[in-house]
């Protein structure tokens, strides 16, 4: 899988009993890391390790993680992924709190996390 962009993929995938990992496809080869956050950095090893300006950011997703022992609630999520934003001329487009005991999720467009979009996968 490659991007028309000319960059590389990767997908955050969890279940709802807290297992996750990030899927990258780099240079056509998948690639699997168990973590609990992803950004816009890759974790696969060689010329597109760390790649992007997402390693601060994962910093801080990982630092609220281990701050709440892994659980947390709607409002802490939110709160980290606002603190990981991106800022400046590029910048965080949108944002996802997943509930997956209710498949439930809230949506926050360009940074406004006062007011979400919420969405029912049932």
Request: charged residues 15%; glycine residues 6%; negative net charge.
């Amino acid at each position: 899988m490659h991007a028309s962009a000319d960059s590389d993929y990767h997908f955050a995938l969890s279940d709802a009993a807290g297992r996750s990992v990030v899927v990258e496809y780099v240079e056509n080869k998948m690639h699997v890391f168990a973590t609990p956050v992803v950004t816009n950095y890759f974790l696969t090893p060689g010329s597109y390790y760390r790649v992007g300006q997402g390693h601060d950011r994962y910093q801080v997703l990982m630092e609220h993680y281990t701050a709440g022992n892994g659980i947390l609630s709607h409002e802490e999520i939110k709160n980290a992924l606002a603190a990981a934003a991106q800022r400046g001329r590029i910048s965080t487009l949108w944002s996802i709190v997943y509930d997956q005991q209710t498949l439930e999720l809230a949506f926050y467009h360009e940074q406004d996390f006062a007011n979400p979009l919420y969405f029912c996968l049932k």
